[in-house]
């Protein structure tokens, strides 16, 4: 039975939350079969059996999981046969600091394409990602959008150390791609699923390090809509 | 025949160059024997044969390593049945990461501990040591001490990513210690062993973090002169 996972809808099919897009590379990774169950902001009753309140809920036959992270392990434990996400302990351990590393990045971006992300949102969601996040932040999204300059020198910084690991190889985890590529990758297509702010430029091996994040599983990542590379 | 490891000497037979602690945590989780050839920062002569101009130099029979990570790839592939520093090509990989990353601490933490340093060089070193960092940083050691609260944010931020990790797994790498924890452990020691700053506080994960590191190889950390936990 195919796995199933349920996973962020934004207007005009937009798959844009960074977690998903962990847990769909990761089954990719694994080679497995899966259904996505495409779900609004609003649509928490679609995966309430969870548990959860947010996607990703993944689906493994009885077994539920509603973490990206708790998502990553499962995969690795049920289906060991398959190519490993982690390589081991070790890489499983050092994995997780990338995964607590990663808001020194994600967090700056998210304040560059906020009102990108509202633009994006399903019809149905705006109002409550507007209330929430205005809430959350103490501002309107129109004021974090004039503002967001300000998170562009953190933003830069988050660069720095992926960077320098991709001038020594062609993907974070070493050869080949695995969770920790994963982590990084679902926050640069956040941004690309929804904001036009090219993060990018072509002469950056970030951009080829994404590009050949994109080119994996027969262009997995390529498969939404999104703004030009 | 015993490894023989040239690292850095201070003042008072003080040990404290970060990259000489990655050297001599991958050599102890290895197991294998080592002799330490303390060089001070004008000692070079010492370990010119190597054609590197810093320490640690690393001589195993005929080969000789100039860098901290190829000291430590060529432990692990020279000695494949001693206990993996990597735990595999995924774990080297991410490590590489937690290596480009480290700076992010790291460089704050020099410029609070900078001075520091300096009041624990080698006195044949000291010339050297103030005219070198002073033309580097265009500031004289005193005003760069004077002004070290200045970097206290940045020192905080680079604790958050390794606190969280922390909080859920013993290691940076996960159960057991291996090459990222003696990276990020090279910085921690570095201070230690030079400066009465309390980077870390009893109540802090990092701080008993610390303290499992020190532990290791039965109290390799320990047996050198430095401050107080």
């Known amino acids: ?13 937009r798959r844009f939350s960074p977690y998903c897009w962990r847990a769909r590379m990761a089954i990719a990774h694994k080679g497995l ?7 609004k902001f609003t649509d928490k009753q679609l995966f309430a059996f969870s548990g959860g309140k947010t ?13 990206s992270w708790d998502i990553a392990c499962h995969l690795e434990e049920a289906y060991p046969d398959r190519p490993s996400l982690f390589g081991g302990p070790v890489g499983r351990g050092e994995a997780r600091f990338i995964s ?4 020194a990045f994600s967090r700056p971006l998210l304040m560059t394409i906020l009102k990108d992300i509202f633009d994006h949102a399903h019809a149905d969601d705006k109002g409550y990602f507007r209330t929430s996040r205005e ?10 959008h004039a503002d967001r ?13 992926l960077r320098a690991v991709l001038k020594k190889q062609p993907f974070i985890c070493g050869e080949t791609a695995a969770y920790g ?38 262009g997995l990542g390529r498969s939404v809509p999104a703004y030009p590379e």
Chains 1, 2 share one sequence.
Do not use: N
């Open 55 to 67: 996607v990703p809920v993944l689906q493994d036959g009885d077994a539920v999981f509603t973490d």
């Open 181 to 218: 590529d994963y982590i990084v990758f679902g926050a640069f297509q956040w941004a690309r699923c929804v904001s036009p702010v090219r993060l990018l430029e072509k002469d950056d091996v970030l951009y080829a390090w994404r590009g050949r994040m994109l080119d994996l599983f027969d």
């Open 33 to 39: 079969a899966v259904e996505y169950v495409p779900c």
């Open 149 to 161: 300059e300000t998170y562009a020198p953190a933003l830069e910084a988050g660069k720095l150390p």
């Open 1 to 13: 039975m195919a796995l199933k996972l349920f996973e962020l809808l934004g207007a005009d099919d």
């Open 135 to 144: 809430e959350r932040f103490g501002q309107s999204l129109e004021a974090i």
């Open 100 to 103: 607590e590393w990663i808001p």
